[in-house]
């Protein structure tokens, strides 16, 4: 089993192996960076398009995730860095959204280019009129271009960050439910050890004993039938004890 020092390096280390897998899956569907970049502008639109739908594909990401957990997977030194997290969880997802970003990039770069030929060419032959009105068309295309592109851009930067805060969510549940799980197994070992009646007993039994103290200080005079049950059930308490001492 490996072992780390923080769990931020953990992490790291185990999404750049995930990371690596999931992108030779990607390669396998299409999505080759070699390929990519000798694509048209039309045929990257339609590969944004069908990573959109990968993205939305819960079968997809359930089958290519995967999760580390602490001393089953990993021994971490510093216990204080995990803040409570026994583990994390890694999905194709992140390499889906870092592909779009990458569509995305040569698309831009395409169109853009694209543009300023056009806009260059025109501008060799400014003197007519009718091609200076073409000239401010074609800008303004660009301009609106320039603005539709960050807006996708914000919108893919959105999905990476909501990824993010569901691989949170996930880490900090599973931690939450690790503890819940161990604070569980204590109360089964006590109550393993002990009897219900034993317990009840108990908490019976300091009830009395703190509302007898009570009236006596107070001057509250109790029923003999009160403290006959007080004797009773200490005295049951007693012979518990001794029954087990000569067992063991």
């Known amino acids: 089993m490996r072992k780390f020092k923080t ?11 995930s990371f690596k897998e999931f992108e030779k899956i990607l390669d396998k569907m299409g999505f080759s960076s070699k390929d990519l970049k000798y694509l048209s502008s039309e045929q990257l639109r339609n590969k944004l398009e069908e990573l959109d739908n990968l993205l939305k594909n819960k ?12 001393n089953e997977d990993y021994i971490l030194e510093d216990k204080r860095s995990a803040k409570n ?6 999905s194709i997802e992140t390499n889906l959204i870092a592909k779009k970003k990458e ?23 400014i003197e007519n009129k009718d091609l200076q009105t073409q000239l401010t068309k074609e800008l303004k295309e660009l301009q609106q ?31 939450r439910l690790d503890i819940f799980d161990k604070k569980s197994q204590i109360w089964l070992k006590i109550l393993a050890k002990e009897s219900i009646a034993s ?11 703190v509302s007898l103290l009570v009236s006596m200080f107070i001057g509250i005079k109790t029923t003999s039938i009160i403290e006959n049950a007080f004797l009773l059930i200490l005295g049951y308490f007693f012979g518990q004890a001794v029954s087990k001492n000569k067992n063991e």
């Not at 290519?64 to 602490?70: A, G, L, P, Q, V």
């Not at 317990?199 to 004993?209: A, H, N």
């Open 7 to 17: 769990f931020d390096t953990t992490r790291e280390y185990y999404e750049e192996l």
């Open 59 to 70: 079968e997809l990401n359930e089958k290519h995730s995967t999760s580390y957990f602490e």
């Open 85 to 90: 997290r026994v583990g994390f969880y890694i």
């Open 103 to 125: 569509v995305f990039e040569l698309l831009k770069s395409i169109e853009r280019d694209d543009k300023i030929d056009s806009v260059s060419k025109l501008v060799k032959n």
């Open 145 to 175: 271009q320039a603005g539709k592109f960050a807006q996708e851009e914000k919108a893919i930067d959105k999905e990476f960050n909501k990824i993010n805060l569901i691989k949170e969510e996930l880490e900090l549940s599973r931690s």
């Open 199 to 209: 317990i009840l007993g108990g908490v019976i039994l300091f009830i009395m004993t």
